[in-house]
C-alpha cells in the first residue's frame, strides 16, 4: 500500500437503521484480529452501540472521536489541531474481554451535534486522522449512522476505500441499500471527491432460519437479488441469538462457543476474505 495513503478502511453503511451495520462491524474486527490483523474500529454513530459493545463506558472515557471532528470557531480560539495529531489521543484500546490488538475511536452522545456543525471542510477531518494512524492499522471498520446526506456519513464515505452495505430481507432493508447507492455515487463518480471509493458489495444481514423465513423475507430477497445481483455476496450473515448474547457479554462473536458462533464467524470470515480480495484489486 503506498506511503501517502492511510489504512484499508471499510464502511458498513445503510440508510435505514436495524439492518446489521454494528453486528457486521463488530464480527468483521473480531475475525480480523483473530487472523493477526491489526484492527482500527470507528463508532460514527452517537447512539455507541458499538462502543458499548466493545466494552467501554461513554462516562469514563477521556476522549472520543467528538474531539477529531470538534472545532472552537470563537473569535478567541487557537488555531484547529491536525487530526491526524488528535486521533492518538483517542485511538484506545477495546475492553477486557477482545484481543488486545483492536482499537477504537469510540463516541459519545455529543458527537450528534456534528451533524449540523456548519464548520467548513469538517467532513474531511476523519480522512486525515485515519492516515495518521497509516503505521499503527492493517485495516478500519467504520459504523456508520443511517442518516441520508448527513456530514457524518459523508466524513466515513470520504475516509474509506469500500464500502458494504448490509441489508435485512425486509423493505427497510431493501431501501436502505436502495438509498445508499445514491449516496455513494455522489463520492465515487467522475470529478468526485473520492474516486477510489467502491463498493465491496451488499450482504444479506439477520437473515432468519429456513423454519421462521416468510414469504415477505423471500419477496425482498428476490428483490435484492433482481435489483442488486450483481453486487450480492453470495455469503449471508444469519440471525442466531448467540450473536445477542456475545455482544450483551461485550466480547468478540470468536470466544463464544458453539457451533451457532462458529458459523457466524465463518461467515464473518468469508465476507473479510471478500474484502482483501477487492483492496487487491484496487491496489
Not at 102 to 120: C, G, K, Q, Y
Not at 234 to 263: M, N, Q
Request: a negative charge.
Amino acid at each position: 500500500m503506498a506511503q501517502e495513503e492511510g489504512p484499508l478502511c471499510v464502511a458498513e453503511y445503510s440508510e435505514k437503521g436495524g439492518v446489521g451495520k454494528t453486528s457486521i462491524t463488530a464480527g468483521l474486527a473480531a475475525v480480523a484480529a483473530d487472523r493477526g490483523l491489526r484492527v482500527g474500529v470507528g463508532d460514527l454513530d452517537p447512539r455507541g452501540t458499538l462502543t458499548d459493545e466493545l466494552g467501554l463506558d461513554e462516562d469514563e472515557l477521556e476522549h472520543t472521536i467528538n474531539d477529531i471532528f470538534h472545532v472552537d470557531t470563537s473569535k478567541k480560539a487557537r488555531p484547529p489541531r491536525d487530526p491526524a495529531e488528535i486521533v492518538h489521543e483517542v485511538f484506545v484500546p477495546a475492553g477486557r474481554g477482545w484481543p488486545s490488538n483492536i482499537r477504537i475511536l469510540p463516541v459519545d452522545r455529543d458527537f450528534a451535534n456534528r451533524e449540523s456543525d456548519p464548520t467548513p471542510t469538517m467532513e474531511f477531518r476523519l480522512k486525515r486522522a485515519l492516515w495518521g494512524l497509516r503505521e499503527e492499522v492493517d485495516i478500519f471498520f467504520l459504523d456508520v449512522p443511517p442518516r441520508a446526506g448527513g456530514k457524518l456519513a459523508g466524513a466515513a464515505l470520504l475516509a474509506s476505500r469500500q464500502v458494504l452495505l448490509p441489508a435485512t430481507l425486509t423493505k427497510d432493508g431493501y431501501l436502505g441499500v436502495q438509498e445508499g447507492l445514491r449516496s455513494i455515487a455522489h463520492y465515487n463518480g467522475p470529478g468526485c471527491l473520492n474516486p477510489d471509493l467502491v463498493l465491496s458489495g451488499v450482504v444479506r444481514s439477520m437473515v432468519p432460519r429456513k423454519k421462521e423465513f416468510s414469504a415477505v423475507n423471500a419477496h425482498w430477497q428476490e428483490r435484492l437479488i433482481d435489483d442488486f445481483g450483481d453486487f450480492l455476496l453470495p455469503d449471508a450473515v444469519p440471525f442466531l441469538a448467540v450473536r445477542e448474547v456475545a455482544r450483551t457479554a461485550c466480547k468478540p462473536i470468536t470466544a463464544a462457543p458453539g457451533r451457532y458462533a462458529k458459523s457466524l464467524v465463518r461467515t464473518y470470515g468469508q465476507i473479510l476474505d471478500h474484502i482483501l480480495k477487492t483492496a487487491k484489486e484496487q491496489s
